[in-house]
């Protein structure tokens, strides 16, 4: 079974652009919100926010015991990268974020923890020819290309996302993030598979899952759901019931069972340690739901592609 982590940033402040929800927190505060989380059993640091003390995180981390499901570099910040990070036309920007990438990379290490995962929101454009595109992938292969070798026991992972706060983001889909990570050829890149974003981006998350995994570059799984209009960061299955099950049966058949699941789950005005328990707890029958489900029996409805007997089929498993 998959265990379950939340992003630390989301422990803190949250706001939007018309309204501030929760107030910031320190990293002690967050963290001891975090131990309050029913079903947690670890974290997703934010960097730089969680690393300004290194020596602080580590003691806080132990003294909680905590889990690291993964790091997660935020590649977009106020005052820097305004034109994108990794696919920045300037050589001198690239190499800042390439460098602070591999301090990430080596702090990330020294916590025994193997996976990054950074959401390149301002790689992108707004307008038509506003970039170009052929420049712009050459630059993010060869700062990733980088990023990568220095050190192969690292993954790093792309969580794509189609808009935000471009119209247009240079990684978008799960598809362009797994030709992206062929282009490049490096083993240790790969995919973050967002549900959010994928259902945002017209995609079913199953199928997304099957793709990148069949890529060999399904690195890791943030769970949330929206209603297809926005990334909401909503509890899971808020809209998209069965195709939650879909994806955590189609995960379990791809071997993505024993590895994290990160919550991008937003709180606003409710509480913070009560919504992500019960982000865990739906997650965790949604998965009992999927559990359900009678291999043969499946394949079979799969192979006659018949909707009239495989979605009554589904509701037989919730008993009805």
């Given at each position: 079974?998959n265990?379950l982590s939340?992003i630390t940033?989301?422990l803190?402040?949250?706001?939007?652009?018309?309204?501030n929800?929760?107030p910031?927190?320190s990293?002690?505060?967050?963290?001891e919100?975090?131990?309050?989380?029913?079903?947690l059993?670890g974290l997703?640091?934010a960097y730089?926010?969680?690393?300004?003390?290194?020596?602080l995180?580590?003691?806080?981390l132990?003294r909680?015991?905590f889990g690291?499901?993964?790091?997660?570099f935020?590649?977009?910040?106020?005052?820097?990268?305004w034109?994108g990070?990794f696919?920045s036309a300037s050589?001198?920007?690239?190499q800042?974020?390439?460098d602070?990438?591999?301090r990430?990379?080596d702090?990330?290490a020294?916590?025994?923890c193997?996976r990054?995962?950074t959401?390149p929101l301002n790689d992108?454009?707004?307008a038509?020819?506003?970039m170009?595109f052929?420049?712009?992938?050459?630059d993010a292969?060869?700062?990733?290309?980088?990023?990568?070798a220095?050190?192969?026991?690292?993954?790093?992972?792309?969580?794509y996302?189609?808009?935000d706060?471009?119209a247009?983001?240079l990684f978008?889909t799960?598809?362009?993030v797994?030709?992206?990570?062929?282009?490049?050829?490096a083993?240790?890149l790969?995919?973050t598979?967002?549900i959010?974003h994928?259902?945002y981006?017209?995609e079913n998350a199953?199928?997304?899952?099957?793709l990148?995994?069949?890529?060999?570059?399904?690195?890791?799984?943030?769970?949330?759901d929206n209603d297809g209009?926005?990334d909401?960061?909503m509890?899971?299955?808020?809209?998209?019931v069965w195709e939650f099950v879909e994806?955590f049966?189609?995960l379990?058949?791809l071997?993505?069972?024993?590895?994290w699941?990160?919550?991008?789950?937003?709180?606003?005005e409710?509480?913070?340690v009560?919504?992500y328990s019960?982000?865990f707890?739906l997650?965790?029958k949604?998965?009992?739901i999927?559990g359900r489900?009678d291999?043969a029996?499946?394949?079979?409805?799969?192979a006659?592609?018949?909707?009239?007997r495989?979605?009554?089929?589904?509701?037989?498993?919730?008993?009805?």
């Amino acid at each position: 079974m998959n265990r379950l982590s939340v992003i630390t940033a989301f422990l803190g402040g949250t706001h939007n652009r018309y309204m501030n929800y929760q107030p910031d927190r320190s990293l002690e505060e967050k963290l001891e919100m975090a131990a309050r989380i029913e079903g947690l059993d670890g974290l997703e640091l934010a960097y730089p926010a969680d690393f300004q003390d290194p020596a602080l995180l580590q003691d806080l981390l132990a003294r909680h015991e905590f889990g690291l499901s993964g790091v997660n570099f935020r590649s977009r910040r106020t005052g820097m990268w305004w034109r994108g990070s990794f696919s920045s036309a300037s050589a001198a920007e690239r190499q800042e974020v390439v460098d602070d990438l591999r301090r990430c990379m080596d702090l990330t290490a020294a916590l025994g923890c193997d996976r990054i995962t950074t959401c390149p929101l301002n790689d992108g454009v707004d307008a038509p020819f506003e970039m170009d595109f052929v420049q712009a992938w050459d630059d993010a292969a060869e700062a990733f290309s980088a990023i990568c070798a220095h050190d192969r026991a690292v993954r790093i992972c792309i969580e794509y996302k189609i808009s935000d706060p471009r119209a247009r983001c240079l990684f978008g889909t799960a598809g362009e993030v797994a030709a992206f990570a062929g282009i490049v050829g490096a083993d240790n890149l790969g995919a973050t598979l967002d549900i959010g974003h994928a259902i945002y981006a017209g995609e079913n998350a199953a199928q997304s899952a099957a793709l990148l995994a069949k890529a060999g570059r399904l690195f890791y799984v943030h769970l949330n759901d929206n209603d297809g209009r926005w990334d909401w960061d909503m509890l899971p299955g808020t809209f998209h019931v069965w195709e939650f099950v879909e994806l955590f049966y189609t995960l379990r058949r791809l071997g993505y069972d024993d590895d994290w699941y990160s919550f991008d789950v937003f709180p606003k005005e409710v509480d913070t340690v009560e919504n992500y328990s019960a982000a865990f707890a739906l997650t965790r029958k949604l998965e009992t739901i999927a559990g359900r489900i009678d291999d043969a029996r499946m394949a079979t409805l799969m192979a006659e592609r018949n909707p009239a007997r495989t979605v009554p089929y589904l509701y037989s498993l919730l008993g009805l």
